[in-house]
Each structure stands twice: as structure tokens, then as C-alpha cells.
């Protein structure tokens, strides 16, 4: 094992372990490597089957300051805490990330055997960085890369965008971010609704912004974003609308956006593109 330089990142040392050509490519290869129970649909990680075959002990908590932790005892053995108010899908994704926690550690730390578990970041921007990483392999483990790859069709975007919801079971806001970073594009999600319930001849109003990017964090802005120049929400509903968007951080975007109508449980719709940024005049 060749010794760490001591200015190279967490991130370059994680990614030259697995002789990986970027972050998603070690996460991928570390996965692949300790996640050998791959039983749920399109190659996702059974979770608990993993932590079950590398002998990571699993305690619900009611009192546990954080969402999850990892724990080593003094012979290196992992215990995974996760808070029991947590619902059925944020214990999912806490348990993937603090798995992800693990993977680090057993690929980066020297071994731990016989002597109390230290961490693996020294300062506080490793910590940032280690906590990325963690969640960059919980993603892999919950939507493996090349499926999700394959599962998108950049003519059908929207559909792809569902279908990876439904195969993978996570938020339409998981699967975006998974969907940037695996695909290296942006995309900009947007729900919008009837100004006036129900009367879709009034103003097509922004209730959701979500400005994903790759290898970047995922900015949420419904707040400051707006249609300009406004538009009846009925407009809205054709299948592909264009639409000129605008946000005092992002700059403006007028693209063609995919159109996906619901009716309940209040009728709204989900608009998708891949933006050309254009700062704002
Ligand atoms: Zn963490």
C-alpha cells in the first residue's frame, strides 16, 4: 500500500484506491466490491443483507443526536445507529449513507484491528468532503450508476425520470440529482400550479424549483424563481412548452420543457429541461 501524500484530498486518495477514473467510478468499484448481495430490482444493494454479510450490527436509538452513526468498537466491529422516529424512506437512504460511511473506512483507514476507531477526517472541510462521499456511495448503492445510465432516454426524459423512481423507489428529488451526476448534464425540475385553484386560465405559479447539477450540490430555489413572462398554467399542459424562466442565482433559462399533468391531489404539473444558463440582463 503506497502512503497517502499528506496534501492529497480525502476525494483523490478515495478515488486512486479504487483505481477509479473519477468519484463515481471509485463509488461504483468500491460498491461493487463490498456489496455482493445485490438482490433488489436493477441491481440495487439489499441493504440490510449487506450489512448483515459484513458484520455491521444494526440499533434502532430514540435518543440518537443524529438521524444515523457509525460506531467501531475496540476490535474494529461496526454498529450502525439510526434514530427510530426516522419513516420507512429516510431510514433507507440514512442507513445507505452511513453504509457509505463504512465503505469509506474500510477502503481508506489502515487497519483498525486492536486499537479504538480514530475517523477518517482530520479537519473540518474533510468532514464535508467525507460527508459527500458517504452520500455518493449511498446513492450508488440505492440507484446503481449503469442502470441508471441506461434507463435514460433523453428524448423521453420525464418518463425516464418516473420510470427511475418507480425501479429504484426513491423521491423524484433523489432520482434527479442521481440523474445529473450520472449523466454529467443540469437539469431544472419545476412543479407549478394554477395560480387560482383549479381556474387554469390564471398564472402558471412556480411551487417547486429544483436546479440539479453535476458534481455540484442541488440548489432548491421556489421562492425567488418565476415564469417571466408570466403564463396561463393551461399553457403549461401542452406536452413540450417553451418557457423562459428566471432566477437572481441561476441567471435565465428559456428552454423547451417536458409537461407532465396531475390532477391530484391538487392538479399541478411537472416541467423538465435541460437548461442553457444565460446570465440575467
Ligand atoms: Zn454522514
Known amino acids: 500500500m503506497t502512503l497517502p501524500h499528506p496534501m492529497q484530498s480525502l476525494a483523490e486518495r478515495f478515488v486512486q484506491s479504487q483505481n477509479a477514473n473519477d468519484e463515481l467510478d471509485a463509488c461504483a468499484r468500491a460498491v461493487r466490491k463490498h456489496a455482493c448481495v445485490r438482490t433488489e430490482a436493477a441491481g440495487a444493494t439489499n441493504l440490510l443483507a449487506m450489512a448483515k454479510a459484513k458484520g455491521i450490527s444494526i440499533e434502532h436509538r430514540n435518543d440518537c443526536a443524529f438521524e444515523g452513526m457509525i460506531e467501531r468498537d475496540a476490535s474494529g466491529a461496526a454498529c450502525i445507529v439510526l434514530r427510530s422516529t426516522l419513516n420507512r424512506t429516510r431510514e433507507r437512504f440514512t442507513l445507505a449513507h452511513e453504509l457509505g460511511h463504512w465503505v469509506l473506512q474500510e477502503e481508506l483507514l489502515e487497519p483498525i484491528a ?160 435541460r437548461p442553457n444558463y444565460r446570465s440575467a440582463r
Open 114 to 273: 486492536g486499537r479504538l476507531f480514530r475517523g477518517l477526517s482530520t479537519s473540518r472541510s474533510e468532514t464535508k468532503v467525507e460527508e459527500r462521499l458517504a452520500s455518493l456511495i449511498a446513492a450508488e448503492l440505492l440507484m446503481p450508476m449503469e442502470p441508471v445510465r441506461s434507463q435514460f432516454d433523453p428524448n423521453n426524459m420525464m418518463a425516464s425520470l418516473h420510470s427511475i423512481c418507480k425501479t429504484f423507489r426513491v423521491s423524484r428529488t433523489a432520482a434527479i440529482r442521481r440523474l445529473a451526476d450520472v449523466t454529467d448534464q443540469s437539469f431544472l425540475l419545476l412543479q407549478v400550479v394554477p395560480f387560482r385553484f383549479r381556474d387554469f386560465d390564471t398564472a402558471a405559479h412556480i411551487d417547486d424549483a429544483i436546479y440539479a447539477t453535476a458534481r455540484r450540490g442541488t440548489f432548491f430555489d421556489r421562492e425567488r424563481t418565476r415564469i417571466a413572462p408570466a403564463v396561463p398554467f393551461r399553457k403549461t399542459l401542452e406536452r413540450s412548452v417553451r418557457l423562459r424562466i428566471t432566477n437572481p442565482a441561476k441567471g435565465v433559462v428559456d428552454s423547451v420543457f417536458e409537461s407532465d399533468f396531475r390532477d391530484s391531489p391538487i392538479p399541478h404539473v411537472f416541467l423538465l429541461t
